[in-house]
């Protein structure tokens, strides 16, 4: 099973290389500027965001590649998936 923490940290230091997403799923929250580690909230909170998003955008920022895969075609059932580069 993937780790949203795990995944999150290792995206905020530049180690994913390649980042699966799940075009139906959504993790409300943010990611932590200072660390990178994923602070869920609820939908209803001003700041909410989605953090598969914010993952994406990390990812891209940092030369990585990012595809949308069905879910039916996921490695797992978390909404995302990665390859780490190192």
């Known amino acids: 099973m993937v780790n949203v923490d795990e995944v999150a940290q ?3 230091i530049g180690r994913v290389g ?3 997403l799940d075009p ?3 993790l409300t ?3 932590d500027a200072g660390d ?5 909230a609820e ?3 001003p700041d909410v965001d ?11 920022l940092q030369k990585g590649s990012v595809f949308v895969v069905p879910a039916g075609c996921m490695p797992s059932d978390t909404g995302l998936a990665t390859i780490y580069r190192y």
């Open 29 to 31: 929250g943010k990611l």
């Open 36 to 40: 990178g580690r994923p602070c869920p």
């Open 50 to 60: 989605d953090m598969l998003d914010d993952l994406a955008e990390k990812v891209l």
């Open 10 to 12: 290792a995206a905020h």
């Open 24 to 26: 139906e799923r959504e």
């Open 18 to 20: 390649t980042l699966l």
């Open 43 to 45: 939908a209803s909170h």
